[in-house]
Nanobody, 126 residues
Framework: HVQLVESGGGSVQAGGSLRLSCVWS????????VAWFRQAPGKEREEVAC???????KYTESVAGRFTISRDGAKNALYLQMSGLSPGDTGMYYC?????????????????????WGRGTQVTVS
């Protein structure tokens, strides 16, 4: 049973920084393909950043150059370093892992392949 737990959210002023963390348990892959998604009030959930089994990363255009995703397999952890935050970055941030734990992804897959989710951590930028 895979579990993901996010932390690190909070309230910050525009221009500030936050570092989100996600720790997983029960994962069979040493280098799982994992991602950060976010959902703002009244908007659809969107993928923010992803890192594949082979360390290929992908960012949504609005955060490229400001956010950095990283993974520490030894700690079963995923991080999202966010800087230059703006009110548009406000939302619930979710950590997710692909459903197919045994597959090695050379690049980040489509959103519908993510089947394990954390409960989220709130980020508010004012």
């Amino acid at each position: 049973h895979v579990q993901l737990v996010e932390s690190g959210g909070g309230s910050v002023q525009a221009g500030g920084s936050l570092r989100l963390s996600c720790v997983w348990s029960g994962h069979v892959a040493s280098r799982p393909t994992v991602a950060w998604f976010r959902q703002a009030p009244g908007k659809e959930r969107e993928e923010v950043a992803c890192i594949s089994s082979t360390f290929v990363t992908k960012y949504t255009e609005s955060v490229a150059g400001r956010f950095t995703i990283s993974r520490d397999g030894a700690k079963n952890a995923l991080y999202l370093q966010m800087s230059g935050l703006s009110p548009g970055d406000t939302g619930m941030y979710y950590c997710a892992s692909v459903q197919n734990l045994g597959r090695v992804y050379a690049s980040c897959p489509a959103d519908n392949e993510f089947g394990y989710w954390g409960r989220g951590t709130q980020v508010t930028v004012s």
